[in-house]
């Protein structure tokens, strides 16, 4: 491959593309969060239902992980991130001027084409370099999906609380015509093998689900993702609607999760490679938990303020930074061979189960009931992502006493 030059299409991507497209993804997700319950009584609906904004998108997301890689295989990267990102940019031009809300919804899910982004952008570096540079290179991608989570939430709720919630979406127009131009013009093709039938790709599929232990590193991240997902079904609602937050306190106090996240990050890359990656899932899991168990105890005793949500929540992030890099690192390992069909199917499986326990957040939730069952919802999340290591940790030791090839199944 040739060297990269920045701004020429005939050479991969710089880095510097790959952040921008990879963080575009992630603030698509977190920048509306501070304006749920304002879209709800914008289009005088259900927060139940306006909450498939988060929980729907995170579905289609889902689906879209399933059929944006193998497209890309076999059409290339270019093409594939292009069109994802020009649907993307048609749909977010038309949400502030859906007349009503279901139109407004039908038109977030055609935003999850920006998934493209995240998908991408990894498989993208691992065209560009071999193994041992490609971690390094993903780290700094990164980088750009933890920052937007950092700084969207904060943004979105001084605009909306500004200048409505429309706003947002023209931020987002904005920033994402920036980063179709940068694409097209830096955005070399790196897919330089295609693969000649995209049933090639799904084939590849049953011999993973027969694998217990991609079942257990699957599970362990979509439950230790979940808790984090139902809060973002949730914890608008909480916010606003039970501890009396504006959206622009409800932005700042988001951060608490993405800083969370970030000293998670840092402490997987640090010591992953020494305490093993299964060590690392149950300390991270164990870490949200305790957090969560912390914030249920804090409203139980009459604790009632931000802090008592938000701050154990500080924990959930911390906990998902360790455990979720080591979960993803299992996915992937289980069929060397079959890494990439591995990546996607089990993001698939992560980013379906989120939306499923997002949507439960949101349509369990009243002003009636209080934060109590988000706070459950979540805490089950975490002690099931306890109980998914502790399976994975069994089959390996069940394999250990054994060097003797093990069947797919039993794997």
Same mark, same amino acid.
């Given at each position: 491959m040739k060297p990269t030059t920045f701004l020429n299409r005939? @050479? &991969? $991507?710089?880095?510097? @593309?790959?952040? !921008?497209?990879a963080g575009l993804s992630a603030l698509t997700m977190n920048l509306l969060l501070p304006s749920l319950p304002g879209i709800a009584s914008y289009y005088e609906a259900d927060y139940a239902l306006v909450q498939l904004a988060v929980s729907g998108y995170l579905a289609f997301t889902g689906l879209l992980q399933l059929l944006i890689g193998p497209l890309s295989d076999r059409y290339g990267r270019r093409p594939v991130l292009l069109t994802g990102l020009g649907i993307f940019l048609v749909a977010t031009a038309l949400a502030p001027l859906a007349p009503t809300v279901e139109s407004f919804l039908a038109i977030r899910m055609v935003q999850a084409s920006v998934a493209s982004g995240m998908v991408l952008s990894r498989a993208i570096v691992r065209d560009m370099v071999d193994t041992d540079e490609a971690a390094s290179m993903i780290g700094y991608v990164t980088m750009g999906m933890t920052l937007a989570p950092m700084i969207g939430p904060a943004l979105g709720?001084?605009?909306?609380?500004?200048?409505?919630w429309q706003s947002t979406? =023209? #931020? /987002?127009?904005?920033? %994402? #015509?920036? =980063?179709?131009?940068?694409?097209w013009m830096d955005l070399g093709e790196t897919n330089h093998q295609r693969s000649s039938s995209m049933l090639k790709q799904f084939g590849a599929y049953p011999e993973l689900v027969r694998s217990r232990r991609f079942w257990g590193y699957t599970l362990t991240a979509t439950f230790a993702s979940g808790a984090f997902f139902s809060f973002l079904g949730g914890g $608008?609602?909480?916010? @606003?609607?039970?501890?009396?937050?504006? $959206?622009?306190? #409800?932005?700042?106090?988001?951060?608490? !999760?993405?800083?969370?996240?970030?000293?998670?990050?840092? /402490?997987?890359g640090r010591f992953s490679r020494q305490v093993g990656i299964n060590r690392m899932m149950v300390t991270g899991c164990i870490v949200a938990t305790a957090g969560m168990s912390l914030s249920l105890i804090l409203f139980l005793v009459g604790l009632w303020h931000p802090l008592?949500?938000? %701050?154990?929540?500080l924990f959930v992030g911390l906990g998902n930074g360790i455990t979720l890099p080591s979960a993803n690192a299992g996915i992937v390992s289980v069929r060397p061979h079959l890494a990439g069909s591995a990546s996607g199917l089990g993001g698939a499986m992560m980013i379906g189960g989120g939306a499923a326990l997002s949507a439960l957040a949101g349509a369990?939730?009243? &002003?009636?009931?209080? $934060?109590?069952?988000l706070l459950t919802v979540m805490?089950?999340? +975490?002690?099931? %992502?306890? +109980? &998914?290591? #502790?399976?994975?940790?069994?089959?390996e030791r069940s394999l250990a006493p054994s060097n003797k090839t093990v069947s797919g199944e039993a794997r």
């Open positions: 005939n @050479t &991969a $991507p710089h880095i510097i @593309t790959l952040v !921008m497209i709720g001084v605009m909306d609380e500004i200048f409505g979406f =023209v #931020l /987002l127009l904005v920033f %994402g #015509l920036g =980063v179709f131009v940068l694409s $608008p609602f909480v916010a @606003t609607e039970i501890l009396g937050m504006k $959206p622009s306190q #409800l932005g700042f106090y988001f951060m608490f !999760m993405a800083l969370g996240y970030m000293a998670g990050n840092y /402490l997987s008592s949500f938000f %701050g154990p929540i369990i939730l009243s &002003a009636e009931s209080g $934060p109590y069952p805490l089950v999340s +975490c002690i099931i %992502g306890i +109980c &998914a290591t #502790l399976y994975v940790i069994k089959v």
